[in-house]
């Protein structure tokens, strides 16, 4: 304990440069972080606030190697070499960090080779989310539980981005086989096109496909719909629902499980 105190004693100009220096550079990450932010909320372009947040990420990278470059100065270590930048590369390629230069330059492809933004729903190495955070490094991705995955940038090498094209939303339900499926049909038709005003998120349709199956139970009829991207599941909901008071309203049979019994001698129900 001595000994320390003893240290920083000898060195007490170098210790105060160097606390300087950190406190430095916490303020100009701190004041980094409010602009981006601030930025950020004024803008609606995804593309423009993905670059804007990997640029904090890279300006984040340079101030720690200027910390670092400051205070070995401070201590007397001499910097020209890490300065003329042949040091730089050797110290890191002599510490191993191979993996970190790949995760570096990743992240620089995956934003300017526009893989996805900040806000797209993607599904990266079997993780299904948004994006909510795109850095220099890694790549941060929530579910719709709440959960957030952290993936490094070079080890991104499949990515599924459901944000680039709008959605489509499938809805198939069953209609008992003694109704009459053209008159349904003809009532879906018409009264079909009323689930645009509910849903503004609807970009095309609902477009009635038709009957696509002879199940067991009864006849399938299948309805599709175009909508924003990743905003068709509360559509489909939406249609179900429509249909379920339709049916009601006409009273149309939507077939169920259930049990028939003959007597075999007279051939009826039971």
Do not use: C
Request: glycine share 8%.
């Amino acid at each position: 304990m001595d000994k320390i105190q003893q240290f920083f004693t000898n060195n007490t100009k170098k210790t105060i440069a160097s606390a300087i220096v950190f406190v430095i550079f916490f303020i100009l990450i701190f004041v980094l972080r409010y602009i981006v932010a601030r930025f950020s909320k004024k803008q609606h372009n995804k593309r423009i606030i993905t670059i804007s947040k990997l640029t904090q990420s890279i300006m984040r990278y340079l101030l720690a190697i200027i910390l670092i470059i400051a205070l070995l100065g401070i201590w007397g270590v001499d910097v020209k070499p890490l300065l003329a930048g042949a040091g730089v590369i050797g110290i890191i390629i002599g510490f191993g960090a191979q993996s970190l230069i790949k995760d570096l330059l990743s992240g620089i492809s995956i934003v300017f080779d526009n893989y996805y933004d900040i806000d797209d729903i993607v599904e990266i190495k079997g993780f299904k989310g948004r994006v909510i955070e795109v850095g220099l490094k890694s790549t941060r991705i929530q579910d719709w539980k709440g959960q957030v995955k952290i993936i490094a940038n070079g080890e991104i090498t499949e990515i599924i981005n459901f944000s680039k094209n709008p959605s489509i939303g499938v809805v198939e339900f069953e209609v008992a086989y003694n109704e009459n499926i053209d008159k349904i049909l003809s009532i879906l038709d018409e009264r079909i096109l009323g689930i645009k005003d509910l849903f503004p998120q609807i970009v095309e349709g609902p477009n009635i496909v038709g009957v696509t199956k002879l199940a067991s139970g009864g006849v399938t009829i299948r309805i599709t719909v175009k909508t924003i991207s990743e905003q068709h599941y509360a559509v489909e909901r939406g249609i179900y629902k429509f249909i379920k008071e339709l049916f009601e309203e006409y009273n149309i049979e939507i077939p169920y499980q259930r049990m028939v019994i003959y007597d075999q001698q007279s051939n009826n129900k039971l």
